[in-house]
Nanobody, 125 residues
Framework: QVQLVESGGGLVQPGGSLRLSCAAS????????LAWFRQAPGKEREAISC????????NYADSVKGRFTISRDNAKNTVYLQMNTLKPEDTAVYYCAAAPVGRDTCLLSWAYAYWGQGTQVTVSS
């Protein structure tokens, strides 16, 4: 069955960095766009980044642009989110998601079909 398993979350001080990983199985990874979402307590889920099936296209929400970098390794069926210059407002549960697609593109507004269980990121001193 489809599985997306996030890892790499934790507690970090403001200004610090974390790298999240999401290992996928059960679907054709290299024919799928991947995305990262987050949800803070009391807030709606926010799409923050996506990457096309070859990695040729990436998109970012304004809230993370210039600080976060999404990447993927199709040989390892894994997508990553490098998060730098973290702020307290980045505190949230982070989820990866996947969408089987035909075109080599991605949009933050897509309805992604597959989801992971999430990993907590807390930015605090």
């Amino acid at each position: 069955q489809v599985q997306l398993v996030e890892s790499g979350g934790g507690l970090v001080q403001p200004g610090g960095s974390l790298r999240l990983s999401c290992a996928a199985s059960g679907f054709t990874f290299d024919k799928s766009a991947l995305a990262w979402f987050r949800q803070a307590p009391g807030k709606e889920r926010e799409a923050i980044s996506c990457i096309s099936k070859t990695g040729g296209t990436t998109n970012y929400a304004d809230s993370v642009k210039g600080r976060f970098t999404i990447s993927r390794d199709n040989a390892k069926n894994t997508v990553y989110l490098q998060m730098n210059t973290l702020k307290p407002e980045d505190t949230a549960v982070y989820y990866c998601a996947a969408a089987p697609v035909g075109r080599d593109t991605c949009l933050l507004s897509w309805a992604y079909a597959y989801w992971g269980q999430g990993t907590q990121v807390t930015v605090s001193s």
